[in-house]
């Protein structure tokens, strides 16, 4: 057998910082929390889990913050959409967050979901 050898240098060339420790990006956590509403929405619904005090004890949040995650499923569909397909804000601050919801949230109907949701949408970014 004959060995075969080779020289390999390992360096980085003047490469700043930020480039190199830029964290993976990931889905806004407006998006994991209406994923999170659904899931904890199917696992009640299939017996999974008891209830929604069972479900707050098990993912170890209070009852009414529980409330506060499954209220985004009574948004608009066309929104929950839009949530779910929100890309990372490279800055790492969010844009939409679930307080800013609520009062969306709070409205009766759909069309004044989606009328409020647009205008929270041409608010300036942060």
């Known amino acids: 057998m004959t060995a075969l ?10 490469r700043r910082l930020t480039e190199i ?11 994991r929390l209406v994923a999170l509403a659904h899931l904890v929405d199917e696992k009640v619904a299939t017996g999974v ?11 170890g949040i209070s009852s ?4 506060q995650l499954l209220n985004l499923l009574h948004l608009a569909p066309i929104i929950q959409q839009q949530i779910l397909l929100l890309e990372p804000n490279a800055k790492g601050r ?10 969306i949230v709070a409205l009766v109907g759909w069309d004044a979901q ?3 949701w647009n205008d929270l949408m041409k608010e300036p970014r942060l």
Do not use: C, N, Y
């Open 5 to 14: 050898t080779s020289k390999v240098t390992f360096g980085v060339k003047h």
């Open 114 to 116: 989606v009328e409020a």
């Open 21 to 31: 420790a830029a964290p993976p990006s990931r889905p806004p956590r407006i998006a």
């Open 64 to 67: 009414p913050r529980l409330s």
């Open 49 to 59: 889990l008891r209830d929604h005090t069972h479900a707050a004890s098990v993912l």
């Open 94 to 103: 969010q844009r939409i967050t679930e307080r800013a919801l609520r009062p």
